[in-house]
């Protein structure tokens, strides 16, 4: 069976309705195969060169398949002996670790930290902000607009913590810089525990246990969304105590007058008195938290 796009309506139907039926096996085609084609009895596709396809053309050509209740497979079948570049490896690398149901949204959110955002005006390509990714670019302007005073949204900011602890995503756990970059693009978007936990299954998923480093990464995250839900604006931790500064300096005050364990206000900060010298500072910083949360109350935030 044959079918182009020079045949009338009717005839195409019939051939592409005589596939779905069974009367062919195998349909061999060009990228225009991704157009929205639902086919629920084809179970396999074969990409040829998907080097030469997008992100999103990937994504929509192995949607084709398993649209049925038949386990369906995906095969992306490269030029052998040919070596791919950095950006084609990212790309492709991009569809073997997002294969779950519902993968479309990480996938151009990837999509935009690689290729960049584009002239907004124009049509030149942006590249990935010169390195850092869009996510993170816009994460930084945010910061520098707020800090000059212009209006933006300060409780949109989580709360910065300067502890002495290793954190990052190193390169024996994820070896391609352009994901690493990614990551970290994504992690500052985050701004909730359920989003924190689902970045977190993913990487154990696509990269495998969590070194030290990655671990301190989250927790630090974590402690700095906690953070911010209490009004807190910054964290400075010492060998003896952690200093902490609420954002709203007139509520800030009012610590003046409050009388609890371990806490006292001090030169317009909170001071925590650290239990322990042996207690870490990620530990002392959760500890902290806890005692402001157990004593201010929710309208205070």
């Known amino acids: 069976m044959t ?14 309705v005589g596939f779905a039926d069974g009367d062919g096996d195998i349909l061999l085609s060009t990228d225009i195969i991704e157009s929205g084609l ?9 990409v040829w060169r998907p080097d030469r396809f997008g992100l999103a053309q990937l994504h929509q050509l192995r949607g084709r ?6 386990q369906a497979a995906a095969f992306l079948l490269t030029e052998p002996g040919v070596e791919l570049a950095d950006g084609t490896r990212a790309r492709l690398s991009t569809m073997l670790a997002l294969d779950r149901l519902g993968s479309g949204l990480a996938i151009s ?8 955002a584009g002239d907004l005006f124009g049509e030149d390509q942006a590249g990935h902000m010169k390195l850092i990714g869009v996510g993170l670019y816009e994460h930084l302007l945010e910061r520098a607009v707020s800090a000059a005073g212009e209006g933006a949204d300060p409780n949109r900011q989580l709360a ?3 502890v002495p602890a290793k954190r990052a ?5 994820v070896n391609e810089p ?5 990551l970290y693009a994504r992690l500052s978007r985050i701004r909730s525990d359920l989003d924190l936990d689902a970045f977190s299954e993913e990487l154990e998923d696509r990269f495998g246990d969590m070194p030290g480093e990655v671990t301190v990464l989250l927790e630090l995250t974590r402690l700095r969304i906690a953070a911010s839900e209490l009004g807190v604006g910054k964290v400075d931790v010492g060998p003896e105590a952690v200093a902490i500064t609420l954002r709203n300096k007139p509520l800030a005050s009012r610590w003046r007058d409050r009388k609890v364990l371990g806490l006292e206000y001090r030169n317009g900060r909170v001071i925590f008195r650290r239990i322990e010298p042996r207690v870490s500072g990620i530990d002392a910083v959760r500890l902290a938290l806890d005692a402001i949360r157990a004593v201010q109350p929710k309208h205070e935030v």
């Open 178 to 182: 352009t994901v690493r970059v990614g």
């Open 160 to 162: 910065n913590i300067n």
């Open 65 to 70: 398949v398993g649209r049925g209740a038949m």
């Open 3 to 16: 079918a182009h796009g020079e045949m009338k309506g009717r005839q195409l139907d019939e051939v592409m």
């Open 169 to 173: 995503f190193p390169e024996s756990y």
């Open 109 to 116: 959110q990837r999509d935009l930290d690689l290729r960049g």
């Open 38 to 46: 639902d086919v629920p009895r084809a179970n396999t596709i074969i």
